[in-house]
């Protein structure tokens, strides 16, 4: 199973930027999807931005303008650039990925935007 790593979040006050990065421990294919969830608390987890190959992306409509996911040449690592952030995108930040029947989730990274 892969297994994922997350770094890059932290405190920022709104307007402020903060890049993501997820690595994955294996060789993963070119055509899975990897992407970024995140859960506020007492919410459910939603997407943010989602990743198949290196240009099929997928964006949740509040972050849409302001996040940009991308992905090394590898697969194997994306990035979420996140600029102009809110107070209402305080939350801990899970990287996925998907392969057919595979599925692994990172531990998550907390990402906390003061107003």
């Known amino acids: 199973q892969v297994q994922l790593e997350e770094s890059g979040g932290g405190a920022v006050q709104a307007g402020g930027s903060l890049k993501l990065t997820c690595s994955a421990s294996a060789s993963v294919s070119s055509l899975s999807t990897m992407g970024w969830y995140r859960q506020a608390p007492g919410k459910q987890r939603e997407l943010v931005a989602t990743v198949t190959g ?16 991308s992905r090394t040449t590898n697969w194997r690592a994306i990035f979420l650039q996140m600029n102009n952030l809110k107070p209402e995108d305080t939350a801990v930040y899970y990287c996925n990925y998907k392969r057919l029947t595979d599925e692994s ?9 003061s107003s």
Not at 54 to 69: E, L, P, Q
Not at 105 to 113: E, M, Y
């Open 54 to 69: 290196h240009t099929a992306k997928n964006y949740a409509d509040s972050v849409k303008g302001r996040f940009t996911i």
């Open 105 to 113: 989730w990172g531990q998550g990274t907390q990402v906390t935007v």
